[in-house]
C-alpha cells in the first residue's frame, strides 16, 4: 500500500509542478525569442534554415492573439525572404505582403501600419513543421532587433538559464 501512495503522490506531484514549469518555460519563449512563420505559399523560393543557423528574415510583424485572446506574443508571419548567413542561401522576396497567403488572418494584429513589415536577425533556435504547412522557427535575437520580440515593452521578466 505505501509503494501505490507513493506513486500517486509522484504523480500528484508531477501533475502541480508541471503546469508552473511548461509555463515558465512558454513565458520565457515569448517573452525572449521571435516566433517566425514561413507559409506553404512562399516555401519554395524561401530556404528553411536549421536550428543554430545565423539569419537575416524578412515579413510582416504582427501579434498573434492565438489562444483565447488571453495569451499573445509576436512573431514575423508571413517571412517572405530569408538570408541564411550561415549556409549562404537567399531566397524569397523582400516585398512586404502584409497578411497574403495566411490562415485565420483575424487572429493576428498587424503592429505597426506604418511600416508593416522588418527585418530580424538573430539565430534559429527551434523549428518544427505545423500540421497546415506553416514551418515555424524560433529566433534568439541580435540586441538590434529584441524590441520585435514585445514591441520594446517586456510585460513579464523571466530569468531563466538558456
Known sequence: MASLLQRWDLLLLA?????VVSGLLFLNTINTVLTVEVVPADQAPVPIPSVG??????GTWVTDHHVLNLIFWNE???AVFIRNNTTGLVGGSATCKLLQNVHDP?????IDTSQPCRWARGRVDYKFQ????????DLV??????????????????????
Open 53 to 58: 543557423d545565423t539569419v537575416e528574415i524578412y
Open 141 to 162: 535575437l541580435d540586441p538590434q532587433d529584441r524590441y520585435l520580440v514585445r514591441g520594446g515593452l517586456p510585460l513579464v521578466p523571466v530569468y531563466l538559464v538558456t
Open 76 to 78: 514575423i508571419h508571413p
Open 15 to 19: 501533475f502541480l509542478v508541471s503546469p
Open 106 to 110: 483575424e487572429r493576428l494584429g498587424i
Open 130 to 137: 505545423w500540421t497546415d504547412g506553416d514551418w515555424h522557427l
